[in-house]
């Protein structure tokens, strides 16, 4: 699976040299391109990814009022954000959460086991931060690094951390501190129209909007 990577011209030659040529292969483009001897599994759809380069007072500039307005009240909340590697544990509270949250709302999310993996082979390239409340945890973000861009993974916030804008906190120091360590950009995912709420926090906080390229089956037979 090459998750957002453009494929090269000599795929099929690299793909061979790397004794891959007769696996299936998932291609996710990051922007619409041609994928000749491919099978289409998803149409297109649009992300939200947030620009990191501008100086953090532009970047805060560029938000919405609404949103920066819920983000000074976040920021004057007393709460208090901590950051640190996400531990390979699958039952680990941010994880039982969502899974408890997909099933409720019925949305596919990825295995506990899953996330747990990525944490234990590439524990630096993961990221968890939490607001806290007194010694609470009220709300949660967890975010995979990858070269120079970074994607938001899953959150979860309680009625008191949605009621105290915890999110808005958490994103906007999360994106400044990617910043800090080098990251160009932040992938907050797809834009879908049945979750309006969503769609507008993303959009709100300064992302714009990113065709993607759909995602594809690329096998030989199929070649």
């Known amino acids: 699976?090459?998750?957002r990577a453009r494929p090269p011209p000599d795929l099929a030659e690299q793909l061979r040299a790397a004794g891959l040529?007769?696996?299936?292969?998932i291609l996710s483009p990051p922007t619409p391109c041609a994928m000749p001897h491919a099978m289409r599994l998803r149409r297109p759809q649009s992300c939200a990814v947030?620009?990191?380069?501008?100086?953090?007072?532009?970047?805060?500039a560029a938000l919405n009022g609404k949103w920066r307005n819920q983000l000074r009240r976040a920021e004057g909340a007393g709460l208090r954000v901590h950051h640190?590697?996400?531990p390979p544990d699958p039952n680990h509270p941010l994880l039982m959460a969502?899974?408890?949250q997909a099933r409720t709302r019925r949305y596919a999310a990825w295995p506990p086991n899953l996330?747990?993996?990525?944490?234990r082979v590439a524990p630096t390239q993961t990221r968890l931060f939490t607001a806290r409340l007194g010694r609470r945890p009220i709300a949660h973000m967890l975010f995979l690094r990858h070269g120079r861009g970074a994607t938001y993974h899953i959150g979860h916030s309680c009625r008191e951390g949605r009621a105290l804008h915890a999110?808005?906190?958490l994103l906007w120091q999360a994106g400044n501190w990617l910043a800090e360590v080098g990251h160009s950009h932040l992938d907050l995912g797809p834009l879908h129209p049945?979750?309006?709420g969503l769609t507008r926090f993303k959009l709100r906080s300064g992302a714009q909007v990113q065709p993607t390229g759909g995602s594809w089956l690329y096998w030989r037979p199929f070649g």
Do not use: I, W
């Open 50 to 60: 947030l620009d990191l380069t501008p100086p953090q007072d532009a970047r805060r």
């Open 84 to 86: 640190a590697s996400f």
């Open 21 to 25: 040529h007769t696996v299936p292969l």
């Open 1 to 3: 699976m090459l998750p």
């Open 194 to 196: 049945r979750t309006q």
């Open 115 to 119: 996330t747990a993996a990525f944490a």
């Open 167 to 169: 999110h808005n906190l």
């Open 98 to 100: 969502e899974a408890a």
